[in-house]
C-alpha cells in the first residue's frame, strides 16, 4: 500500500488530490501523464469545462481528457466535481452496510478471488438469521441501507426449504418487514428479467452490477467465453427497466485496457444514466491468471471518479473498499474527488477473510462496524458528514 501524509488528503494547507498530479507524483513512480505542449492542455480545460456544463462529449474527446492528467486538469476536474456534489448532497456522506453474504460462484472470471475454480477458498453461505442479525446490529448503529454482495450463488439457502433466487426473494422480504425505513441494495450478478422482477417486487431499492467494460473484446479478456458484455449490458437496462436504482461501474487499470476502452465506458454510462456508478482501481488475486498483473493507477482512478461527476451530476458514488487498499487514506481521496458513499463491512468476523476478491483487502477497524466512529472522525476530518440516511438517488422516484 502507498502512504501519503494527513495533509494531502485532509485538505489542510490547502492541499488537495491534485496534488498528486504535481511534478512530485512523477518522482515518485505517480501514473501521471505529463503532455508537453500548452495547446493540448488548455483543450482540455475547454472539454472539461463542457461537460460540466452538461454538454455531451464524443469517444475521442473524453479520449483526450483522459490522456492529458495534470495539476490543471485535475485540479479543475476535482473542484467541479466537488461543488456538483455539493450542490444535490451537500456535505453529507452515505454509509451502507455490506453483508457478503455467500462466495460461491458459478462464474469463472479471470480477475476474481472467488472464482468457481479457486480451490484456496473456505466457501461459506450465511442463514436467513445471521443476516437479519448483520441488519439489526446495522439498524441500531445508524444504517439505512443494507448491501446484499455475493457471488452467483444459484443455491443459497434459505427458510422452508426454499433454495437460489426464491430464498433470496424471501430474505428481500423480511428485511423490508423488519426494518420498513431501510433500503435493500443487491449486487449478486447476471439473472434472467423475471428474476430481477421477483427481487423488486419483494422490495429490493437497488441494484450492483458492475459492466467492468464497455468494449466487447476487452471484456473477453477479463472473463471466460461463457460470459459476454452483451449479457451483462442487458441485464443492466433491464434493471433499469424494472425501476431499480442501477449501479454499473468498471476496473481501472484492468488488463489490456486502454484509454480508447475508458473513453467507450463513459459513453456507455452516459447512455445508461445509472444511479451508481463504482469504480474502482483493478488489484490482482494470487489464485487468479491475472496474479502477476500491476494493480491499477490510484490516480487515474481519482480523476475518474471526478469525470462521472461531472457527467452524471446526481449519480450516487462510492468512495470504494479497493481506493483505500491500493492507498493509505484512500476513500478519503475518493470523497473530496466527488464520490459520497462509503460502504463499511457488517459481514460476521468470522467469514470477512474468505470474501476475497483481491488481495491485501482492506479490513480495518474502520472496515469493519466497530469502527464507524472512526470513519466518522476520517470523514469530519475533511469537511464531510456521515450520515444515516437511505441515502436514495437525488430526484429518484419508486415506480
Known amino acids: 500500500m502507498r502512504h501519503i501524509t494527513d495533509a494531502v488528503y485532509t485538505g489542510k494547507a490547502g492541499i488537495f488530490p491534485e496534488e498528486l498530479f504535481s511534478d512530485r507524483s512523477e518522482r515518485e513512480g505517480g501514473d501521471v501523464r505529463f503532455v508537453p505542449g500548452e495547446d493540448r492542455e488548455r483543450r482540455c480545460l475547454e472539454l472539461i469545462s463542457r461537460l460540466a456544463r452538461g454538454e455531451q462529449l464524443t469517444e475521442e474527446e473524453f479520449s483526450e481528457i483522459l490522456s492529458v492528467r495534470t495539476w490543471k486538469t485535475a485540479g479543475l476536474v476535482f473542484r467541479t466535481a466537488r461543488r456538483i456534489r455539493e450542490k444535490y448532497y451537500g ?41 437479519l442479525s448483520c441488519c439489526e446490529e446495522g439498524r441500531r448503529l445508524g444504517f439505512r441501507t443494507f448491501v446484499l454482495q455475493g457471488g452467483e450463488d444459484l443455491n443459497f439457502e434459505g427458510r422452508e426449504g426454499l433454495r437460489g433466487d426464491r430464498a433470496l426473494a424471501k430474505v428481500v422480504e423480511e428485511i423490508k418487514r423488519r426494518f420498513p425505513d431501510c ?39 477479463l472473463h471466460p467465453t461463457e460470459l459476454s458484455g452483451q449479457r451483462r449490458k442487458e441485464c443492466l437496462r433491464a434493471l433499469k ?4 436504482q442501477t449501479g454499473a461501474g468498471m476496473m481501472v487499470g484492468s488488463p489490456g485496457q486502454t484509454v480508447r476502452h475508458l473513453a467507450e465506458d463513459l459513453v456507455f454510462l452516459r447512455e445508461l444514466q445509472p444511479e451508481m456508478v463504482g469504480i474502482g482501481p483493478f488489484l490482482p488475486h494470487h489464485a487468479t491468471p491475472f496474479a502477476g498483473e500491476e494493480a491499477g493507477s490510484l490516480e487515474l482512478t481519482l480523476y475518474l471518479l471526478g469525470l462521472v461527476r461531472l457527467l452524471l451530476p ?23 474527488c466527488g464520490a459520497n458513499v462509503v460502504m463499511p463491512n457488517l459481514s460476521p468476523a468470522a467469514v470477512r477473510g474468505n470474501y476475497l476478491l483481491y488481495d491485501n483487502k482492506l479490513c480495518t477497524g474502520c472496515e469493519a462496524s466497530e469502527g464507524l466512529s472512526a470513519l466518522r472522525k476520517s470523514m469530519e476530518s475533511i469537511g464531510y458528514e456521515i450520515v444515516a440516511e437511505r441515502g436514495d438517488c437525488a430526484g429518484y422516484v419508486r415506480p
Request: aromatic share 12%; hydrophobic share 35%; charged share 30%.
Open 91 to 131: 456535505k453529507r456522506v452515505f454509509i451502507r452496510g455490506l453483508i457478503e453474504f455467500t462466495n460461491y460462484c458459478r462464474n469463472d472470471c479471470y480477475y476474481c478471488g472467488i472464482r468457481r475454480s479457486n480451490q484456496e477458498v473456505s466457501r461459506y453461505r450465511l442463514t436467513p438469521d445471521e443476516i
Open 183 to 221: 433500503a435493500v441494495t443487491l449486487s449478486v450478478g447476471e439473472r434472467d428479467r423475471e428474476v430481477y422482477e421477483q427481487w423488486f417486487q419483494a422490495g429490493a431499492d437497488r441494484y450492483l452490477l458492475r459492466h467492468e467494460t464497455a468494449d466487447e473484446e476487452h471484456y473477453r479478456r
Open 241 to 244: 427497466d424494472i425501476g431499480f
Open 314 to 336: 446526481r449519480v450516487l458514488l462510492p468512495a470504494t473498499t479497493a481506493l483505500g487498499t491500493v492507498f493509505d487514506g484512500g476513500r478519503e481521496l475518493g470523497i473530496l
